[in-house]
């Protein structure tokens, strides 16, 4: 079936460091590729979404672009923030099973230092 | 901008008791979802709805669950006789269609625990 991996954490990173989060997903299908983000104690936000090969998402200074040779959805931040500590999750839009379905990574904890 | 919304934040229940988690998705969505996360683990799906029937539900979805639309706006689980293992995050979802464009757009989640 479809599946999802992305990095463990947790990420500890002090404030203005690069980000990456690595992600690489099976499909058999075409899936749209997500980034949500979980701060603490909320839910889950949309932080962008890219839905066909070489698309890039991007919000917030965050951005993802959508790798069919790899199968990968890496996210990138230049310059992170103590305001971006939060758990980010990726996703893809599971179709198959003639539903609609979000499949979901195990999420990676980001830290973000002062 | 429109939002999903669910009550109550935070339930806690004994074992054995029913509860029902309610959620009001976006107004002119079409789907609706539930989904849960126990503590520290990923985001499982449960169920998806449409137009008053069930379209797919996963292998956690057992006949402890159900789900109901009771009138245009709410959407409802029902956990008829809780376990200790139901505590979990559940969130509520909808989205206007299934295509390749489309996006679920997630509520703030029901907190449960289960004691």
């Known amino acids: 079936g479809n599946s999802v991996t992305q990095m463990e954490g947790p990420v500890t990173l002090s404030e203005e460091a690069f980000l990456t989060i690595n992600c690489t997903y099976t499909?058999?299908?075409?899936?749209?590729l997500f980034w949500y983000v979980q701060y603490p104690g909320e839910g889950l936000q949309l932080l962008l979404k890219?839905?066909?090969?070489?698309d890039k998402g991007s919000n917030k200074g965050f951005e993802a672009t959508y790798r069919k040779e790899t199968t990968s959805f890496h996210l990138e931040k230049g310059s992170v923030q103590v305001s971006d500590s939060a758990v980010y999750f990726c996703?893809?839009?599971?179709?198959?099973?003639?539903?609609?379905?979000?499949?979901f990574g195990a999420g990676t904890r980001l830290f973000v230092k002062a | 901008e429109p939002e999903v919304t669910q009550t109550p934040s935070h339930q806690v229940t004994q074992m054995g008791q029913e509860v029902i988690l309610r959620c009001v998705p976006i107004?002119?969505?079409?789907?609706f979802y539930w989904y849960r996360q126990i503590l520290g683990q990923k985001v499982e799906f449960l169920v998806s709805?449409?137009?008053?029937?069930?379209?797919?539900k996963s292998e956690i979805f057992d006949d402890q669950f159900s789900v109901e639309r009771p009138d245009g706006s709410n959407f409802t689980l029902k956990i008829r006789s809780t376990k200790l293992e139901d505590s979990a995050m559940y969130f509520c979802?909808?989205?206007?269609?299934?295509?390749?464009?489309?996006?679920?757009?997630f509520g703030p989640g029901t907190r449960l625990l289960v004691l």
């Open positions: 107004s002119n969505h079409l789907y």
């Open positions: 709805f449409y137009n008053n029937e069930i379209s797919e």
């Open positions: 996703a893809l839009s599971d179709l198959d099973t003639g539903g609609f379905k979000t499949i």
């Open positions: 890219a839905t066909k090969a070489d």
């Open positions: 499909a058999t299908g075409y899936p749209s």
């Open positions: 979802a909808s989205s206007s269609g299934t295509g390749i464009q489309e996006t679920q757009y």
